[in-house]
């Protein structure tokens, strides 16, 4: 297994002190600047420089990041998956290492900005947004490791009801909620455009489009294996397995839906806030 593998395996399931896990992290993203450099010019050649994934928080990105991390696609891309080492106030990153794969949470202006070299594909995955009000509450209030934002939302969460606290979710969401709509304009050559729901419902079609997008080809077998191992259930049990250990945790018991959660004053509000963007998504 390479070592920026192992590291970065290292500090999301092992290594639970965010004091030890963000130097571990830094210091995968450093070994990765060297082997990009490396691999550039040295090596088996590779299909694409680099693959960009996006999504808002609570979208589906734990997912792709499993998908592009799973030992077959790294081997069909020869990707290494970029750390999330970007937290408290150290700002967005301008550019990335050749031959990685890098998840984004940002607007399509944002990530056009990037310097990036070809060759290279990006797809974004969207999730209902009144959805992604309701797990982001619950992340947030009970289960989210405390980094950056986190402790002080959570003090904010926990003084207020449950209604209160998906008002206070939706006015503080908002603004990332509106920038997901700037991603249905970009090309569609460049990125290719997903919807969670859809992932979900059909995950061998999906999964094979986006993978075609990326330009890994797998057989049969190898993604019925893939499939099986990021599914929502396999994903699901391992994130479980981390939080019993006092692990970061990304997966509630139960589906987060804003139907079984929204009141009238949380539609009322949301539609206040983000205009037709349940409609833009694809979601009405």
């Given amino acids: ?64 990041k499993a998908l592009f991390d799973h030992e077959i696609v790294a081997d069909a891309t020869g990707l290494a998956t970029y750390p999330q080492a970007v937290f408290n106030g150290r700002g967005l990153r301008n550019r990335f290492p050749a031959h990685c794969y890098v998840q984004l949470y940002l607007s399509y202006p944002d990530y056009a900005g990037l310097l990036k070299r070809p060759p290279y594909r990006a797809f974004y995955v969207a999730r209902d947004p009144r959805d992604i009000v309701v797990s982001w509450y619950f992340s947030m209030r009970d289960t989210h490791r405390e980094l950056g934002r986190v402790p002080d939302l959570r003090r904010e969460l926990r003084t207020l009801s449950f209604s209160d606290g998906l008002l206070f979710s939706i006015e503080d969401l908002a603004p990332s909620l509106n920038a997901m709509s700037t991603w249905l304009a970009a090309p569609s050559e460049e990125v290719a455009f997903f919807r969670l729901e859809e992932i979900r419902d059909d995950p061998e079609a999906e999964t094979r489009r986006l993978l075609s997008h990326c330009q890994v080809s797998l057989s049969d077998a190898q993604l019925d294996r893939v499939l099986r191992d990021t599914s929502r259930e396999a994903l699901r049990s391992k994130d479980l397995a981390a939080r019993s ?37 694809g979601y009405a």
Wanted: aromatic share 6%.
């Fill in 245 to 281: 250990m006092g692990g970061e945790s990304h997966y509630r018991q139960e589906p987060s839906t804003h139907m079984k959660h929204f009141g009238p004053e949380h539609h009322e509000r949301f539609r206040e806030l983000t205009g037709d963007l349940v409609e833009q998504l």
């Fill in 1 to 64: 297994m390479p070592v920026t593998r192992r590291l970065s395996q290292l500090t999301s399931g092992v290594i639970q002190d965010e004091r030890i896990r963000m130097p571990a992290r830094l210091a995968g993203a450093a070994l990765l600047e060297i082997r990009g450099l490396a691999t550039e010019h040295h090596g088996r050649r590779r299909p694409l420089r680099n693959v960009y994934g996006a999504s808002m928080w609570k979208a589906g990105s734990q997912w792709a």
